[in-house]
Structures are given as C-alpha cells and as structure tokens.
C-alpha cells in the first residue's frame, strides 16, 4: 500500500475511529485532503530570495478544491484506486461544497491566476479574506429565488493551516481587531510547479470574551466586542447589492489590505532589515478591481512613519502597486465618502490627502487647465475616488481583454490615458485548462490525448495540432459521442438536483453568469419566447429540439435581476405545460448555481451565450471554458468574444448584432417604442410580460421588467442596454446555428476548430504576460 492510502486510514483510525467502510463523506473528504496535504507542505515553504508577486482581492473563487490538488499532485488516480478498494468512488465528493468565497468572473479569474502561476512556476501568494460565509445558497420557491447562508467550512477546512504566529492587529477608529491569517498551499502541476500560498484572513476579538462582565451574568455584553470583530470577515458582499452595509465593507478592505501590507513589510525586514526603500524590488502588487486599493495609502504611511519622506515613499508606492480594472460599470469605480473614510481609518486620511497633493502638482506640471482638473481629483466633492487613486499612485492599469482595454483608454478614462499613456496595457483574461478540461472533462481529454498528447496540460497552444483533425470524420464522430456522454450526464445530474428531466437529445444552449442586466439574461428569455410563438403560430416549423440552460445568481437587493429569474422560471413553466412545444422547447434554470455545477454544465454544452450589450462585458471567461470544451459561442462583438471567434473564425461561431460603433452613434436617438411598435414579433414576447401570459404572483416584477425597456426609470433611459435592438437579429441567429446542427459532422468540426484555437485562452499564457510585463518576476 502507498504511504498516501497509509496515511488517509491512519488518520481515518486516529482522528475518527472509523474504517474507510464506515466513514461519512466528510470524514473521508477531510482524511484524503490532510493526506495530501502533508505531502504537499514537504514541498511548501517560501524561498527567503528572489522577488514575489502578490494578487490582493477581496475574493478568490475556489470552488471545491479537492480535486484540483490531487490531480495537479498527481494523486487522483491513486485517490480513485483507494477508494475503489472499499466501494466508494471520487463522485462521494460531489457532497462537499463549493469555497465560494467570490461573486463570479473577477473571482474565479483569481483562483485560475493562482493555478497557473504556480504552475508555470511564478512566485504569486494570494490575499484575501476567510469569509466565514461565502456566496449566498440559492434555491427557488415558486420560480422566486431564495438566499440562505452558505456556511462552507461545515464541511472542514483541510486545506488550510492556522497561523496564529503572523496575527497582526488591525486598528480602526472604534475598534482593534486581531487578523490570523489561514494559509492554504497552492500546488501547481508538472515539471515547473511551485507550492505558492493563498493566505486568507479571519478577523477575531483581542479578548473572546470580557470575565467581569461574564461574572456579573452580562452575557451578551461579555461577548460584543467577538461579535463585532467577528462581523468583519463573516459575509462576502454580494455585487450589485445596493443597500446599506458600506461602512462594513470599507472595514473588509481595510482589513484584509492592512493585513497583508503588515504581513510583507514584517518579511521584508526580516530578510533585508529596516530599510524599506527596497521593498519594491522584493514585492510587486497586484491589485484585483479597486477593493484593495486602500492598500495604497496604508503602505504610504507604513513607509513614512518609518523615516521615509513622501517623495521617496510614493516613489516605492508607484513602483509596488499595479491595478486592475474589470469592469466600466459604475460600481466598479469605487467612491467613498470622505466623512465615512474618516470615521472608519482616520489614521489613513491625510495620506489620502498628500496623494492628492501630490497629483494636484503633476497635473500643474503639466499644465492641465483648470476646468478639466475635475476629472482627476481623487478627492472630489466630498468622495474619495479609488479608481483615481489606483491609475495616479501605480505603475500600470490593464484591462481584461482588448476591447475592454481600448474603451478604458479612449472612452472611460481618457484623460488618464493622455497623460499617462505608458501606464495603460492589456492583459485578455484566461482559464486554467487543469480544472476546466482536464478534471472536469475527463472523456474529452481522452480523445485530445489520444490524437495529439498530453502535452497541453501545461502548454495550451499544443491544441493547434488538433486542427487537421477537425476534417477527421473518426475525429469528429468520437467528439459528438463524447459530448453526448456529458449531456447525459449532466441530464442525471439535473434529475436528481433540480428534479427536471432533460432529454439529452436535444441541442444544449447554455448562459451561465452573474445576473445583470448588461449580460441580458432577459434577452435570452424574450428570444426563448419567440421561437415559443414561432412554433406555436406555424412560423418556425423543423426546429431541432433544443434545451435552454441557465444558472445565475442575483445580487440579494437587485429587485430587477430576481425578477428576470421569476420570469425564466415562469418560461419554462409555461414551455413545460403545453403539449404543442413540449417535444421542441425545455428551460430549465438551475438552483445554486457555482463553480462546481459549471463543471458539470459546461462539457455538455453545444451553445455557449455570450450576449451582453457590445462594450459591456469587459471580457468574460466562461465563454473561453466552453470554446475549450468544444461548445459554439452565440454572441456579440464584446469582451473575450472578438478575440475567441477571431482565434477559432467567424464561421465557426454565431455572431450578431451591434457593435460598439453602431451603438455610440445611435445612443441620442435610440428609442425601443418604435422597435416595439413596428416589429409584431417584438411586440409579442414583450407583451407577454404584462397581459396575464406569464405571472409574476402579483408582485408587479414583470410590469417593472416591461417599463425599464419601454418607459425607463428616472436613473436610466429606455433599454439602457438595447435588448430591442437586437433581439430579432439575436433570435434570426439563433435560428440559423440551430439549422447548422442538423448537420453533425460539419458542426462537429466548429467545435473541434474552436478546442484546436483555444491555446491562447490559457490562464497560463495569462499570468507568464502579468510575471513579464507588469511585475518583473
Ligand atoms: C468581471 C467582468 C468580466 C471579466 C471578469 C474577470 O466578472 O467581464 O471577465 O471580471 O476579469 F465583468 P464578473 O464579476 O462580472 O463575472
């Protein structure tokens, strides 16, 4: 017997009391992953020498992450034989939940950031924060979605060590909070791979509990000071939320940044003593969106009250700091207000302030007029400006896919980009294709290997040689056989979770996301409905049968986007009871809808949606996990998706309306109603929202759906992201792909030429850009 299966029994004996025979999943779970883990920390210490890169963001995205470190260690197939010996198998796994510490794309980018670098052997360490509940558990009553707390660590938490000797103390106006940080090795695959660290802090009371106040039987004063502590790191913020609770947030970003900050200038002195001023040369950065970007002023001050002046300080602040921006929406362009700063870190704001005058001077420097210093100020009106703050005080700001990066440079921030056009660089998103291939489609990976080696596993461009392979008829019939293989599995998967039965014969067209109207779920939704009165008014007559997917979660306090899932739902409730549409049309929304369900739902998809509004998504990254798994991608000229379909061709992909162009052109004059009045077919589906067709159990969500499209709201115009403007070219397309299938071998060879031109989408190929080009590791 291995040590490895030694090892899982002994600590089932000694920890449990239990034979393999007898364990509960989670007693399993718990021995494999210590198992692992004690071999992994053999190889798991950080090199004192040599510069290190850091990804600050307030969320990594695990999933479930046992899997992923057997199969980078190399280890899941003795896993599977072990437990195979005493009838279990790996699918026990599928029980234990999802680390769902992040809201979607900006999350999950970070978790496939830290699998590549450690592969390709980049010294990276993630921060974070230990939310003591993740991302909310979604269930649906009566089509309406219902939150629950999504309490992860019931499951244990083996991947992770409690260093108590790095706790730091984290001071705000009203309170001192102890951060312990807990590390978990990240372990990368093949030859090059490091053990680099993802360290997540946990925010706990200086005292657990006050004695005086315990004896005088005050309990639950005893214990306010742990509960307020506490509070800091127990919720992820959902996106989107728009009610109170800023105040908390502020305290996470602080939390978590000073935290770190304290963490790295503690290591650099004790490899290079007192003198900061190298502390760049040690350290580079990276900064996820604008939530760590308080990190900024808190290292200004770390350095200045050692010694440093400010010039020399915000000369190593520059150098150490790089940002990323993910979005234009307006949420990601952080604001705080300055009264609220100063209550929560006081001990921060004049820093803010020297920031701030040290760019006035620049920005007289170079003579910027007057009237267009308003565009600059990081502070202003009252608000502190993170986005400002994280351009004016780091050496480089990227996008996340071309496009993204042009409308950054050229109409987001142009001013910035005049100035400071050096700074401004992209970095398109990727996927690591360990997890989004290889684990999770293992049949796939077969028939890859199989046909050009292993060698993509750590070196995605290999790919290419599968394009000659695309005119293989054997090829291709071994690809359409391995996709209906995942389609009926997820069918099963569905069965037994959502209680539906999918039939795996139909066409598979998939839209996994965040909720939000710029993604246009409800887009999909009225296009849904469409090709339900096409075929019920005899217009679309040999449609193949096709299954509608969806899996989304919407931010607690996003009224409209819950009701775009009331909407879905009461669709496929009106699909499913009509006799006539039954054997063509299924919609099915799934529940709970996470990074481990995304394994299951991607390899069985044909369609994968990609439909924002053009100059919306500022990349995605699911649409690169379908390519990878040889589904089609119906979409817009937005993001990732220009670079995918100019990687894979157009004429494998299904690409319609506007474009960014046709849409700043048309944005003064654009106006729904006359789509709506000119178009029946438009007319239709929209008035299908308000005229008793599809309940929204009285809640009026479907009329406020209707009216955000046809009336506006005082805060945005009519169909602020053009849902009528291209809905017909949307459903024509989709008519179109759907004519395509019926021919399987000429289809089969889309997918297998969008697999063979994925290379590029590698996270790997992602990260060695970041190493070289931002960080100099
Ligand atoms: C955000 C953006 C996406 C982008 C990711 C990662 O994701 O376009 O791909 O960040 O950069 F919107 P979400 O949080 O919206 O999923």
Known sequence: MSAFSQDILELLRLDYGVSPEQASTVQIYDAVSRAAMAQARRRWQTPARGKRACYFSAEFLMGRMIGANLYNMGLLKECASFLAAHGLDMNMFEEIGDAALGNGGLGRLAACFLDSAATCGVPLDGYGIRYRYGLFAQTFEDGFQKEAPDDWQRFTDPWAVRRE????????????????????????????????????????????????LFNRQKYSAAVEERDRAEAISAVLYPNDDTREGKRLRLKQQYFFSAASLADLV?????????????????????????????????????????????????????????????????????????????????????????LENALEMELALRRVPREKKQNYRIICR??????????????????????????????????????????????????????????????????????IGDGWITDLDQLKRLVPYADDPATQDAFLAVKEEKKRQLAQVIRSKEGFRLDPTFLYDIQIKRLHEYKRQFMNALSILDLYYGIKEGRITDLQPTAFLFGAKAAPGYYRAKGIIKLINEIARLVDGDEAVRGLLQVVFVQNYNVSYAEKLIPAAEVSEQISTAGTEASGTSNMKFMLNGAVTLGTYDGANIEIVEAAGEENNYIFGARVEDIEK??????????????PRVRRVMDALVDGTLSDGSTGVFRELYDS???????????????????????????????DVRDRRAFAKKCLLNIANAGQFSSDRTIRQYAREIWSV
């Open 165 to 212: 000797e790095d706790a730091v103390l984290i001071r705000f106006a009203d309170q001192t909070v102890r951060a312990v940080p807990y590390d978990s090795p990240v372990i990368g695959c093949g030859e090059n791979a490091l053990v680099n660290t993802l360290r997540l802090w946990q925010a706990e009371a200086q005292r657990p509990f006050d004695f005086d």
């Open 666 to 679: 048309l944005r003064q004059s654009y106006d729904p109603k006359q789509i709506y009045q000119a178009e």
């Open 266 to 354: 503690k290591r650099y002195k004790a490899a290079h003593g007192p003198d900061l001023s190298g502390f760049a040369e040690a350290y580079a950065i990276q900064l996820n969106d604008t939530h760590p970007t308080i990190s900024i002023p808190e290292l200004l001050r770390l350095l200045m009250e050692e010694g440093m002046d400010f010039d020399a300080a915000f000369a190593v602040v520059c150098r150490t700091f790089a940002y990323t921006n993910h979005t234009i929406m307006a949420e990601a362009l952080e604001k705080w207000d300055v009264n609220l700063f100063k209550s929560v870190v006081p001990q921060l704001y004049p820093y803010v302030e020297l």
């Open 709 to 739: 499209i046809l009336e506006g709201a005082s805060w945005h115009r009519p169909d602020q992201y053009y849902l009528l403007l291209d809905l017909i070219p949307y459903c024509e397309t989709r008519l179109r792909l759907n004519r």
């Open 382 to 451: 009252g608000q502190i400006h993170m986005a400002r703050m994280a351009i004016f005080a780091t050496h480089s700001t990227n996008g996340v896919a071309r496009i993204h990066t042009e409308i950054i440079k050229h109409s987001a921030l142009p001013e910035w980009y005049a100035l400071w056009p050096e700074r401004f660089n992209n970095k398109t998103n990727g996927i690591t294709q360990r997890r989004w291939l290889a684990l999770c489609n293992p049949e796939l990976s077969g028939l890859i290997t199989q046909r």
